[in-house]
């Protein structure tokens, strides 16, 4: 009986006979072990099937992304050629049709007209502005009852005068504020009002009033009308003395108030109430004493334009 003893080894399906001999076994072995490295490597096969499928995918998306370029490429292209034929093709129309042609020019020159007028309109109404005219020198006889540094301090002093039965008008000036009392042409007028002044314990000089001759930049339609002004007014300081010449001043100052144009500007605002002022205290036949105020009060104004 043969002592080997067989040794049966199934590798890859294949039945190898092995026996106790060493030297069989040492080759067996070695076959095995080759066999064994063989089936390892052919497992790791997949790994180099999963490389080359990578490189693939990025191929293909490459050509993706270049296609998607060629196509945005196109469709901006189509655009822009789209747009230029309708540029040409209005071009030619015009070209074609003279009154298109005609009629843009004619809006052109409107709006050229239209802008020329209203810059030509714009200069006439600064020239008006901006018309410079003569403010006439004015000058009477006054009595100053004082000159004060506030008007409060002169409200007090022209409260003391109403309670002696005078009535003031203050006038603001650089040098502070003066209380004037009755106007007259001559200064021997003036001096009798102060003598009865005094008499009362109240104190006042006579003098020279008078505002000088200037230029001032107002409406050109308003010179001729301001004009007459200082001829009206010289005149029914005259007629102070006298209350029928005095009251009959009221149909001139009626009829002067009423060729004023109808367009003032608003610095005359202040004047045209005080002459309006002046013509109802005439109407009215109101005391001398308030007509005197309302003729300061007129000048005053006359001579801030």
Not at 49 to 74: D, G, H, M, P
Not at 184 to 199: C, G, I, K, R
Not at 231 to 248: G, H, R, V
């Amino acid at each position: 009986m043969d002592n080997k003893k067989k040794v049966i080894v199934k590798l890859n399906n294949r039945t190898l006979n092995k026996s106790n001999d060493s030297d069989e076994t040492d080759a067996s072995s070695q076959k095995w072990f080759h066999e064994q490295a063989a089936s390892i490597d052919s497992q790791e096969e997949p790994d180099i099937y999963e490389r080359r499928e990578s490189t693939y995918t990025n191929v293909a998306n490459k050509k993706n992304n270049q296609l998607k370029l060629t196509i945005l490429t196109v469709i901006v292209a189509i655009i822009v050629g789209i747009s230029f034929g309708f540029i040409v093709l209005k071009m030619f129309v015009e070209m074609k049709d003279p009154s298109i042609n005609a009629t843009n020019q004619q809006l052109t020159e409107t709006e050229v007209s239209s802008d020329q007028a209203e810059e030509k309109s714009g200069q006439t109404t600064n020239d008006e502005i901006q018309q410079t005219i003569t403010i006439n020198a004015m000058s009477a006889y006054v009595v100053q009852a004082g000159v004060f540094s506030t008007a409060a301090q002169a409200d007090e002093w022209k409260k003391k005068l109403s309670d002696a039965g005078y009535q003031a008008f203050s006038w603001n000036t650089d040098e502070g504020v003066r209380l004037f009392t009755n106007l007259f042409t001559t200064e021997s007028e003036a001096d009798q009002l102060v003598t009865a002044m005094s008499e009362k314990g109240l104190e006042g000089y006579a003098r020279e009033w008078g505002t000088e001759e200037r230029e001032a930049s107002i409406n050109a339609n308003v010179e001729e009308w301001l004009g007459e002004f200082s001829s009206l007014w010289n005149t029914t300081i005259t007629s102070i003395t006298d209350e029928q010449a005095l009251y009959k001043e009221a149909e001139a100052w009626k009829a002067w108030l009423e060729s004023a144009p109808k367009e003032s500007p608003d610095s005359l605002h202040s004047f045209n109430k005080s002459a309006q002022n002046l013509l109802v205290a005439l109407e009215e036949k109101q005391a001398v004493a308030t007509i005197h105020i309302n003729l300061f009060e007129v000048w005053y104004y006359y001579s801030q334009l």
